[in-house]
């Protein structure tokens, strides 16, 4: 597995603002977007394109598009919505799909209650979106779910991940064509499994409670 760190400014400015307790849900939405997007500049470094030629108003043009299939862009329910809108500005003719996954509180352990992703992934490039990577459960369930279906050239995307949740994640996808881009890596976990310092649940920041 390749990891990438962002080391940039910008996004450090943006993931100070989104850590502080004080952020309200709106602004930490809009920050999330276009932290997403900074992030998927390094992202779809790698995404597959093929030669094209365009008449401009002068000459011809010898350029690139993406290569079909297009790309598919996977984000985790629910706080992985809260990122779809700063990859889509980014690669607006991707498609979407989606994948439900819920961490036991108890046992850190995932489990998958919806999906809507198509049945055969060969030959598509993945893009998961999930904003925090702790124990790496809910991220690994969801690249096992994609290898699954024939997926094998996967990027995952997050904005904060623990030292843990990393390790955790490279014995799991050991031979597996997968990279793994984050806004910071973070200290560690605590006793409940989330990261330190962190910015606490993302969903619930994103959302509010839903009680």
Known sequence: MRVHVADHPLITHKLTVLRDRETPSPQFRALVAELITLLSYEATREVRVEPITVQTPVAPYNGLALSKPVP????????GLGMLDGMMAVLPNAEVGFLGMARDEATFQPTT???????????????????????????????????????????AICILAAPEGIERLEKETAGRDVRLVL?????????????????????????????
Request: charged letters at 20%; proline letters at 5%; glycine letters at 14%.
């Open 72 to 79: 598919l862009v996977v984000p985790i329910l629910r706080a």
């Open 113 to 155: 209650y919806a999906e809507r992703l198509p049945e055969d992934l060969s030959g598509r490039q993945c893009f998961v979106l999930d904003p925090m990577l702790a124990t790496g459960g809910s991220l690994g369930a969801a690249l096992e779910f994609l290898f699954q279906r024939g997926a094998s050239d996967v990027t």
């Open 183 to 211: 806004g910071a890596l973070d200290e560690r976990l605590n006793e409940h499994g989330y990261i330190v310092p962190g910015l606490g649940d993302a969903g619930d920041r994103l959302y509010g409670l839903a009680e």
